[in-house]
Every structure is written in C-alpha cells, then in structure tokens.
C-alpha cells in the first residue's frame, strides 16, 4: 500500500522536470505530507494531455458512478490500485487502457512491523531526483450539479527487496516509472497489457530509506514540516540498517 507521500516539489520543479505547465497553480500547495485520507489535490501528467500538469485528487471515482453517495464511499476504498488486477477491477479496467498518469512525489512513507511497534520509514530517490509513481485517472461529474471531479490512484506492484524488508506486513510498494518509461505509460497507443508490462519493482538501489520520528504518526501536530522525514534513530535495534 501507499497512502503517504511527500510532494514538498514547488512549480517551478515541476515544470522543468516534464516540460509542462502546471495548470492552476494557485490551488496547488506543496506538502511535506500528503496522507490518501485526507484527499489532497496533486500534480499528475496525464496522457491525452500533452504539455500539461493537472491537480488531481487522491481516492479514484469511476466515470460510471452514479450518485455523491456512492462516489464519497468508493474514494476511499481507491486510493491504490494493484498492478496484477488492473484489468479485472470495474473500477480500473477503463482507466488504465485510456486515462494513464505519472505521480511525481519527493518520496514516501511506510510503517515496518517489529514485534508490537510500527516503525515509520521515509523512503527517497537515491539521488535525491523526483520520484515518478505510475498511476491512473478517471472525470466523474456529478449528476445533480454538474461539479466535475478529476481523481487518481496510484499504482503498486510487488515489494523489491528494500520494501520488502521495511513494508514487511503487506510487501508492496509503489509503482516507480524509469525516465525512459515514462512517455510509453503516458502514450495512448501503447496497450494495455504493454502499459502493465512496465509496472515491476524497480531496483532497491534505486531507492534510500530511513527510520524517522513519531512526528509522522500524530495527528493533531502539522506535518507539513522538514522535521517529519528528519532521520531519527530507535532504541530498539531491530530494524533495518
């Protein structure tokens, strides 16, 4: 699973990165931590949408949803989207043959299970480059008012060996898209079945990772901070590195 990420990334990142324009760029607010539940608004390159970054927002409704009900209780429930089922799931199957997204983030979080602890990890890009997670995209527009919602989830697959190790309860990660991968993922032509192709573990040497602080873990605190992913050392000594 993923559902916290940190897109700390300012415009500017952004556009020099995808050589597009960030659309709407006052609605946008760069988060240290951006949690699925809380459904934030984030930057995503969409296919079909050349030279454009869109703000979409986390927990995916299906353009076939019929009622505000329905669409509040699905979101929650699609915030990930597994590799293996894509095209088995109604509520993905649309989406990954036509409406394919990149989620640029700065990294992510996860909890490693010791004995009765969870221990919180932040894991980045070993260069310190944007990470580009593979997600898929869906416009839902509500048949009563006609407000259109624009909404992702993100992709995961199997564990590399680093996130096996630190997501050791459900050993998945996030779907990490090569720069070289990126502009098939997006291209409408490429299959299904070929879009899906691209989505494996990417290397663990790819990836860092450190433990950090309880801070991450409160809720009442602001975590829109640097101290969240501020490396922090447990007393224990059992967990990775």
Request: glycine letters at 6%.
């Amino acid at each position: 699973m993923c559902f916290s990420v940190n897109v700390n990334l300012v415009k500017e990142e952004l556009e020099n990165r995808f050589g597009a324009t960030l659309i709407d760029p006052d609605k946008y607010r760069p988060s240290y931590y951006y949690h699925a539940f809380g459904l934030p608004k984030m930057p995503a390159v969409c296919s079909g949408m050349p030279g454009r970054i869109q703000l979409l927002q986390w927990g995916l409704i299906p353009s076939w949803i019929k009622t505000r009900n329905d669409a509040n209780a699905i979101r929650f429930k699609t915030f990930n989207a597994r590799s293996e089922t894509l095209l088995q799931k109604p509520s993905f199957s649309s989406s990954v043959r036509t409406r394919r997204c990149i989620i640029p983030v700065k990294g992510f979080f996860e909890w490693q299970h010791v004995g009765d602890d969870k221990i919180p990890w932040y894991i980045y890009h070993s260069e310190n480059e944007i990470i580009t997670i593979a997600g898929i995209y869906d416009e839902w527009v509500e048949n009563t008012t006609g407000e259109v919602f624009n909404t992702f989830s993100i992709i995961t697959t199997d564990a590399n060996d680093l996130l096996a190790e630190i997501h050791n309860s459900g050993k998945r990660m996030p779907a990490i898209l090569y720069n070289s991968k990126e502009k098939k993922w997006l291209d409408s032509s490429t299959s299904s079945n070929e879009a899906i192709s691209l989505l494996n573990p990417c290397p663990s040497g790819l990836l860092k990772a450190h433990t950090i602080g309880p801070l991450v873990n409160d809720k009442t605190s602001d975590r829109n901070t640097p101290e969240v992913i501020k490396p922090y050392n447990y007393s224990s000594g059992n967990t990775l590195f």
